[in-house]
């Protein structure tokens, strides 16, 4: 029972990276991990996860938790500071999974090297370059379609900040 609450705690929250908390909810020998505030006949507990350390508190006051995206959708606005920091943090994560790629490239390259070593193999065999290539090309296509996500982001940013400074800007010119 234990390892499959875990196991769905530990899906519930790696699908939301970008949740700032995740609600425990007791109620009797039940326990429900939730994104949003417990119902009222649970008792609630929040977890945080920052930098590696978990952080667990007893709150049971709610919180009404709004997503962003659902914000936009339901045409109701944000600040451009919290859409700033969002897009932040959102280049900042796909640059964090680019380095965690070029990682995962190097280790499938040493074991395909280790298998071409036991197998016997030259380095200029074919089969070795041409899986060593499908390794290379498989992990360039994720690197590239992230970095063409970060690229669409950095120009929103820019332009939320060009349109931000033209609004201070006339601001302070003489009337």
């Not at 006949?41 to 952080?55: A, C, D, M, N, V």
């Not at 938790?65 to 500071?81: F, H, V």
């Not at 700033?84 to 280790?107: D, K, W």
């Amino acid at each position: 029972m234990v390892k499959i609450l875990v196991i769905t705690f530990i899906a519930l929250y790696g699908s939301t990276a970008s949740a700032s908390s995740i609600y425990k909810c007791i109620k009797d020998n039940k326990i429900v991990f939730s994104q949003e505030s417990c119902p009222e006949e649970y008792r609630q507990h929040e977890i945080k996860y920052s930098l590696g350390i978990t952080t667990e508190t007893d709150s049971d006051k709610r919180k009404e938790y709004q997503d962003p995206l659902q914000a936009l959708l339901n045409r109701s606005t944000i600040s451009q500071e919290k859409l700033l920091q969002l897009i932040s943090s959102e280049i900042y994560r796909l640059n964090q999974e680019n380095s965690y790629f070029e990682i995962l490239r190097a280790s499938e390259a040493q074991k395909l090297e280790r298998k071409r070593y036991w197998e016997k193999l030259d380095k200029e065999d074919p089969g070795h370059i041409a899986a060593l290539a499908e390794m290379n090309s498989y992990f360039d296509d994720l690197i590239v379609n992230n970095q063409s996500s970060i690229d669409i982001l950095q120009q929103h940013q820019t332009r939320i900040n060009s349109a931000q400074n033209d609004i201070d800007n006339s601001d302070s010119s003489p009337h």
